[in-house]
């Protein structure tokens, strides 16, 4: 009987799709999932010469040429550690294991070290693209030992997404954890764009009054234009969708769930510091969004009234258009700030222009945007906001995120990535800021010293 390629453990939708997509690339696959009904229904639906399945871990092990690359598709955190624990023991040294789901980075990197005392290769891999990127092509961040890039790279090349040129959505990326800061950064990015998209649908909806389905056409609108984008291709039908005379849309819970990855590119901004406003408020908005009795009860406090925006629709959704697209752009440069300083501080030398290549295909950011940083990021500058050709287009274009952010403010509209995006251009790009007052303030009350633009030294004053 011949040996399986790879083996997957971990079938829900991920595990499955992820599966299917390997084999149905002719790559031969041994299947696992710790509930074994799921198991078998999979296989009953999708079993094939190419694509088996086992119910239990030695003999999935036994399955597998050698090195056994064994893929993990599970839930993150301790079931991860669980399954590790479990199947080391069916393997043998020079073994691989493949950690696909959305794990902590740290994580990733302490595995490895384990692994590695064990003779065992530990590598992680993000996978974009939810369930449909999974079975049909995700984007692929793969980081870890290169030489055990080597040995997946086929199976990898041959899943993934194609980028706007045609070629594979993977490329190694760099050492320990690096593939999975790199999805952990995507969703940040991910949650960033969404709560900048909900805010243009916020005011749209509650500014102009316009119907989902208005608003949809706006939507499919810019998709025809430099916002072109799986996220605004899929807010289309999203606002389309009608049940009866109502929009569906209407009648979702104003409530945004979180898994955590965003949460986490949050803190890490924190811990490293990086601004990434746009992103930490998007996290913000999901945490406000979560309590929906409190905000019942403060909208009854703090009545607002109805404010309609009275502007020309046709003129403002231009204008809306471009200051989406900045803040676009200032969700992206504050990715890759972050991305640029983990890169220096863990060694991983990221390539930029790699990453806005792998991200053009199959993951939930794509969009024609990355076809021109995979352009600019050749230059080795890693700043998008310090390329000539970016600063020309915020130039031109930075008063109209202006407008509508303090149109939205004069309205009693929130816009908090929208407006986080502005303010961080308008506090980076100021040659002086206003933290001298601060240096003041911190001076007179805890005698914390400061420093003068007349001299050099350390000085504190009796105010
Ligand atoms: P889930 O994240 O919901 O995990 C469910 C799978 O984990 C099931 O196969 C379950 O087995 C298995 N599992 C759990 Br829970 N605890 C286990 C344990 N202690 N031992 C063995 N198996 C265990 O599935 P998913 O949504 O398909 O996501 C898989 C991974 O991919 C996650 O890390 C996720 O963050 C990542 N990811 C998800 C998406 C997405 O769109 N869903 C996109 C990109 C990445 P059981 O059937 O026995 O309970």
Not at 14 to 28: V, W
Not at 427 to 454: C, M, P, V
Request: hydrophobic share 35%.
């Amino acid at each position: 009987m011949n040996k399986s390629k790879i083996a997957i453990i971990g079938l829900a939708v991920m595990g499955q799709n992820l599966a299917r997509n390997i084999a149905n690339n002719g790559h031969k696959i041994s299947v696992y999932n710790r509930t074994t009904k799921v198991m078998n229904e999979f296989i009953d639906e999708y079993g094939s010469e190419n694509l088996e399945g086992y119910e239990d871990l030695c003999t999935l092990a036994k399955s597998l040429e050698k090195p056994r690359i064994i893929g993990l598709m599970i839930k993150s955190g301790p079931a991860i550690d669980s399954v590790i624990e479990s199947i080391t023991q069916f393997l043998e040294d020079g073994d691989i294991i493949v950690d696909f789901g959305n794990s902590n980075y740290q994580d990733t990197i302490k595995r490895e070290k384990k692994l590695k005392e064990k003779n065992l290769k530990f590598f992680g891999c993000g996978v974009s693209g939810g369930e449909e990127g999974a079975l049909n092509g995700p984007s692929l961040m793969p980081g870890g030992d290169k030489e055990t890039y080597e040995c997946i790279e086929p199976i990898l090349k041959s899943i993934a997404a194609k980028d706007f040129k045609g070629k594979d959505c993977v490329t190694y990326l760099g050492q320990d954890g690096s593939g999975h800061y790199l999805k952990m950064v995507h969703n940040g990015i991910e949650y960033g764009i969404m709560q900048m998209m909900a805010e243009v649908y916020g005011i749209l909806k509650n500014g102009f009054g316009l119907k989902a389905g208005e608003i949809s056409k706006i939507f499919a609108n810019y998709n025809e234009g430099k916002l072109k984008s799986y996220l605004c291709e899929i807010a289309v039908p999203i606002l389309a969708k009608k049940e009866g005379e109502d929009y569906l849309i209407d009648k979702v819970l104003d409530s945004a769930a979180q898994k955590g990855t965003g949460r986490l590119t949050a803190i890490e901004s924190l811990e490293r510091g990086v601004g990434l406003s746009v992103i930490t408020q998007s996290v913000y908005a999901r945490v406000y969004s979560s309590f929906k009795n409190t905000r019942t009860e403060l909208s009854k406090l703090y009545e607002k009234g109805t404010h309609k925006i009275e502007d020309d629709l046709e003129e403002f959704t231009k204008i809306l258009e471009n200051a989406l697209y900045i803040g676009v752009i200032i969700s992206y440069a504050q990715g890759f700030r972050l991305l640029e300083v983990a890169s220096d501080e863990q060694n991983w030398d990221l390539n930029f222009s790699e990453i806005s290549r792998i991200w053009q295909g199959g993951c939930i950011i794509r969009a024609k945007v990355l076809e021109s940083f995979e352009t600019l990021f050749v230059s080795g500058e890693k700043n998008l906001l310090k390329m000539p050709e970016v600063a020309k287009y915020i130039n031109e274009n930075i008063d109209d995120l202006r407008y509508v952010v303090g149109l939205s403010a004069m309205n009693a509209l929130p816009t908090l990535s929208l407006s986080s995006a502005l303010n961080s251009f308008e506090y980076i790009t100021q040659e002086r800021s206003t933290a001298n007052f601060i240096q003041g303030l911190r001076d007179y009350f805890g005698a914390h010293t400061f420093k003068r633009t007349d001299k050099e030294g350390t000085f504190h004053s009796e105010w």
